[in-house]
C-alpha cells in the first residue's frame, strides 16, 4: 500500500504520447542495426574476390555513416531548432524509406555508399527533433527513466535485429532456392525491404503524434547560419553544457579506443573469436546494469557529480584493464567500464533535457551527435595505427617479464583520457563546492542526501542572524554589516523571506495577515521555496565570489517556525530545507534571544500573518532556537536580546572577529602595508 499523502508515481511508458514516440524509436533502432548489418554483408558481397577490397569495401560503408555528420551536424540541429519537429521527423522517415528501399534493386557498391551517407544525412535530422522532443512531452522528474528506456531500445534493439538477419537471410536464401531471388544479388535485400518498412511504420507514427508542440519557422527568427553560431556559441559559453560535452566525448573516445584494440587484445590474452563476443557481450550487459541499478543505488548522489565521477571511475578501470593480463578479470572490469558508460551516456541525456532551453536543445543534441561521431571514427582509426607502431615489447622485472604493446599502450591512453575528462566535468559541473566527494558518496549509498553537519568550503563566510520577532535581528545585522564594511569586506546584507524576484512575492503570501488557511505544509514549502531561489541567485554566488554574506533568517527559522511552531515533523522540515539549500550551512549562526512578550512589543504596525500568532506559538519557536543552538555550540553564538543594543553588538563583533578573514593578505601588508584586499 501506497503511504497516506504519497502517490505512487506512474511509469513514463502510461504517458500515450511519449509511448509513441518511444515505439516509433524502437522501430527506428531495429531498422538502423538492420540496416548496419545488411549493407555492410551487401558490401562484402558485391566486392568478393580479393580480400583487401572486400574489407576496404566493408570499412567504406563505416566511414561513409560517420561522414555526414561531419557536413551536416549543425544545420541538422538548427532544423530541429527552427521547424516543426514532428514534420521534419515524418520527412526524415519517408525519405530513409525511400532510399533504403531503393538499395536491393539498385544492387550495386556506388549506391551502397552513396545511399549510406544519404541515410545517415537524413538520420542526422531525425535524432536531434527526436531527442530536444523527449523533454516536451515528460515531466522533468520522469525525464531520466525516459532516457533510461531510450538507451535501452537504442542497444537493445542490436540483438533482436542480429537475430532478424540471420532468420532473414535464411529465409531468403531458401526463397533464392526456389524461384529467382527477387530482391537484388541476395538475401541482405530482404533485411533492407524489412529495414524500409521500419522506418515507414515511424513515419505514421510520428504523423499521428500531434502532441509534440509546433514550430513554425517563423519569419522573425535568425538567418541559419546565426542559429549555427548561436548554437556552438552556447555550447562553449554554458559551463554545464561544456562539461557535459567535454565529458561524453572523453568517454567516446575512451570507448573507441576500446573498440578499435579489443579484437587483437583479446588474442593477445588468448581469446578466441568466443573471447572477444564475450568482451563485447560484457559491454552491453554492464551498460544495463549501470543505467539501471547503478543510478538507482546512487540516487541520492548530485547528477553533476556522478556523470564526472562515472567517466573518472570508467578511466581508471581502462586502465586497469590495460595492465591485468587476465581475460576472466578482464571480462568483469568490462562489465564495470560499461555501467560507468550507462550512468554517464543516461545523466548526460537527462542533463541537457532539463538544463537547455527548448529552443537550443535540438542545436546541443545534434553539436553532441556530431562531435561524437567525429571522435568515434577518428579514435578507431588511429587506434590500431597507433598499437602497431608502438609494437610488441616485453619489460624485465629481474625474473619476471610483464608483455607491454601497442594495444596496452592504446587503451592506458584511452583511460588517461577518460581521467582527465571526468576530472574535468567533475570540476566545471560541481553543485556541491566545498563539500566531500567522498562524504556525498557514503550519504548516497546509505540513501541519505547532502549531508549538513559541515559547512561548505567556500571561498565566502556566511552568517545568518535568527530569533523571534522584534528580537533585533534586522537592527544587529545592518550594524554588523557597516562594521565589516568600514574594515573593506565586501558584504552581501540579505534576508528572508524576499531576497529575490520571486521571493519577494512568496513573502507577500506567506505573511499577508489576510491569508487565511494557508496549510503548514505549503507554508513550509513556500518558506523553502524562497530559500532555494536565495540561495541560488544570492547567497552561494555571494560566497564564491568571496563576500562575506549575512542574512537576516535562514533554515533555523523553519525548524522552529514550522517545525516547533506549527508542528511539523522536524525531520520533513529539515529535510525540505537541507534539499532546498543544497546543504549550504552557515559558519556562524547568531541567535538574539528575546523573550517573546518583549519583542513583539517592540513591533509597529499592524501585525502580520505569523507575528498575530497566539503566545503560546511564539515560546516554542524561542525554546526550538535555543534547543538548535544548544545542539551545536561551536556553530552558535547566543545573544541577550533585551541588553541594550550597543551592547549586543560589541558582543556579535567580539565573536565575529575570531572567524573572519585578514582584510589585508599578509603578503600584500608586507608589499604594500596599505591597501585592503579581501583573502580569497
Ligand atoms: N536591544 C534592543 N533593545 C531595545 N530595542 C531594540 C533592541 N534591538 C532592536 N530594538 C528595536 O526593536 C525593534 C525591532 O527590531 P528589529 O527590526 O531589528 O527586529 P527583528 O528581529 O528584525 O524583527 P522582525 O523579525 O520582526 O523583523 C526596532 O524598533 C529596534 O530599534
Ligand atoms: C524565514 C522564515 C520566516 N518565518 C517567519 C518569521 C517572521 O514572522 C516572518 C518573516 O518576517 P521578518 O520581519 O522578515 O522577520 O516569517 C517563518 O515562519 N519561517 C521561515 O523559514
Known sequence: MTAPGRSRPTHVLANAPFRRLWTAMSVCSLGDWL????????????????????????????VAKMLPAVLLGPLAGVFADRFDRRLTMFCADLARFAVVLSIPFVDNYQWVIIATVLVECVNLFWVPAKEATVPNLVPKAQLEQANQLNLLVTYGTAPVAAMLFAALSVAGDLIAGIVPFPLGRDATGLALVVNACAYLVSAFLIFTLRDIPKRDGAISTPSVLKQVVEGWRFVGGNRLVRGLVIGMLGAFAAGGAVVGVAKVYVEALGGGDAAYGVVFGAVFVGMALGMFFGL?????????????????????????????HNLVIVVMLTVVLGACAGIAWIIGYTLIGLEVEDALRGRTFSFLQSTARVTLLLVVSLANPLAALFGLHTLGLGEFSYRFDGTNLVLVIGGALAVGVGLLA??????????????????AVRGERFPT?????????FIAFEGGEGSGKTTQSRMIAIWMRDQGY?????????????????????????????????????????????????????????SIVITDRYVDSSLAYQGAGRALDPADVSKINAWATGGLVPHLTVLIDTPPE?????????????????????????????????????????VDGTLPQDVVTRQIQDRIREILPDPVPRESEDATGTMPAIRD
Do not use: C, W
Open 35 to 62: 540496416n548496419l548489418l545488411a549493407l555492410t554483408a551487401l558490401a562484402g558481397n558485391l566486392t568478393q574476390g580479393d580480400y583487401r577490397v572486400q574489407s576496404l569495401a566493408v570499412g567504406g560503408v563505416f
Open 296 to 324: 538507482r543505488l546512487l540516487r541520492e548522489l548530485s547528477r553533476r557529480r556522478l556523470f564526472g565521477l562515472a567517466i573518472t571511475v570508467a578511466g581508471v578501470v581502462l586502465v586497469a584493464i590495460a595492465l591485468v
Open 426 to 443: 567533475l570540476r566545471q559541473m560541481d553543485d556541491r563546492k566545498g563539500v566531500s566527494l567522498a562524504a556525498d558518496l557514503l550519504a
Open 453 to 461: 553537519e559541515a559547512a561548505e568550503h567556500v571561498p565566502g563566510l
Open 490 to 546: 565586501d558584504v552581501v546584507q540579505t534576508r528572508e523571506p524576499g531576497s529575490t524576484k520571486v521571493g519577494m512575492r512568496l513573502r507577500a503570501i506567506l505573511l499577508d495577515a489576510a491569508e487565511r488557511g494557508l496549510s503548514a505544509r505549503s507554508e513550509a514549502l513556500l518558506y523553502a521555496a524562497d530559500r532555494a531561489e536565495h540561495v541560488e541567485k544570492v547567497i552561494r554566488p555571494a560566497l564564491y565570489r568571496g
Open 598 to 638: 518583549v519583542g513583539l512589543t517592540r513591533l509597529g504596525g499592524a501585525a502580520d500573518r505569523i507575528e498575530s500568532e497566539p503566545m503560546e506559538f511564539h515560546e516554542r519557536v524561542r525554546k526550538e532556537f535555543r534547543a538548535l543552538a544548544a545542539s551545536a555550540p561551536e556553530r552558535y553564538l547566543v
